[in-house]
């Protein structure tokens, strides 16, 4: 495939898959021959791009010309459509295009449909943090990759200190590696305990104060979590999850399911063993105190976007949040 598209908001995994794809295609001695990006600011990027791809490369290696932060899959003008229908199917054999951009491809984009013929695309999207099992994958795929040896405990504790931080993840499980340099044990939960900070378990602690309407212990985590420099839209996001889920299977059990496959797909749980603890979880709540707390998470999460204090609209959703959860 002669283009690369790579979309999403993760963006230290796509930082990495450039970099890989930078030293397949590239010889070190002829980069600056054969290697051109393409910032968005840049007038007639795309086009630019396309008349740059079509010359071969020099050298060795191959040449690969990078649309960087690109909308070439969200808005392409005519002239640059045009451009696009005539380079591709001409491009050289040993020259790569590679588009990025953190918004999905739009489907229905003329562009789009054209460049699927040509192109290999992946999606470097970032883990909602509410999927504890794709996020415990994740990890057990960054230590094979960096070569730490963990048991599943391990993984659950990392899945739950780091969230979908993929930067982190990668930070600190090359601190792992440093720390049990030498050794063929698998790591023990007091050395990750002690190793690595536990951000997003206090997020969902902070979820289960709510819960319970207990304001002083839910403010308490609130300043913890400020203190460790948490982001707060980081904060509403793992939120946002919690309440999502918890919603599903409250409504799922008033009316009447029992299943918990059935409740763990609605839900989008891949462990249905997981249900029961959230039915527990649930058990003393309502459908509409569930219902009440998703507009005050969306009104933090637009004023956090909107650059307002986040210590003090996180204190101040909190206080309403857990207002909704002490009336019984």
């Known amino acids: 495939m002669p283009i690369y598209v790579y979309w999403g908001e993760d963006d230290f995994a796509t930082e990495k898959a450039v970099a890989a794809l930078r030293d397949r295609i590239l010889d070190p001695l002829w980069i600056s021959f054969n290697y051109t990006a393409f910032p968005p600011d840049q007038p007639d990027a795309i086009i630019q791009a396309l008349n740059q791809v079509m010359t071969p490369a020099f050298g060795a290696g191959g ?12 808005q392409c003008p005519e002239n640059a459509l045009s451009e696009l229908q005539r380079t591709l199917p001409a491009i050289p054999e040993n020259s790569f295009l590679l588009v990025t951009s953190r918004s999905k491809p739009d489907e229905r984009l003329k562009a789009t449909k054209f460049i699927k013929q040509f192109a290999e695309i992946r999606e470097f999207s970032l883990i909602p ?32 200190s780091i969230g979908n931080d993929t930067r982190l993840l990668y930070t600190e499980m090359e601190k792992l590696r440093l720390f049990m340099a030498g050794s063929n044990k698998p790591l023990d939960v007091k050395t990750v305990t002690l190793l690595v900070r536990n951000t997003t378990q206090n997020t969902l602690q902070l979820a289960a104060a ?76 309502s459908v509409q105190q569930l219902i009440s707390s998703l507009p005050l998470l969306l009104e933090l999460e637009v004023s956090l976007k909107q650059g307002a204090s986040e210590t003090s609209i996180l204190q101040t959703k909190v206080i309403e949040l857990c207002q909704v959860y002490q009336k019984r």
Do not use: H
């Open 210 to 285: 709510i819960r319970t309407g207990d304001t002083a212990k839910a403010l308490g985590i609130v300043g913890d979590l400020i203190n460790a420099a948490e982001p707060g839209l980081r904060i509403v996001a793992t939120l946002i999850g919690q309440f999502r889920t918890w919603l599903w299977v409250k409504i799922m059990m008033e009316t009447g399911e029992r299943n918990p496959q059935a409740i763990a797909q609605a839900a989008e749980i891949n462990n249905p063993k997981r249900i029961y603890f959230l039915q527990q979880e649930v058990k003393s709540l």
């Open 63 to 74: 040449r690969l010309v990078w649309l960087v932060n690109s909308n070439l899959c969200q």
């Open 129 to 160: 943090p509410w999927k504890t099992e794709l996020l415990v994958q994740a990890v057990n795929e960054v230590a094979q990759d960096v070569g730490v040896k963990l048991t599943t405990q391990t993984a659950e504790i990392l899945a739950e």
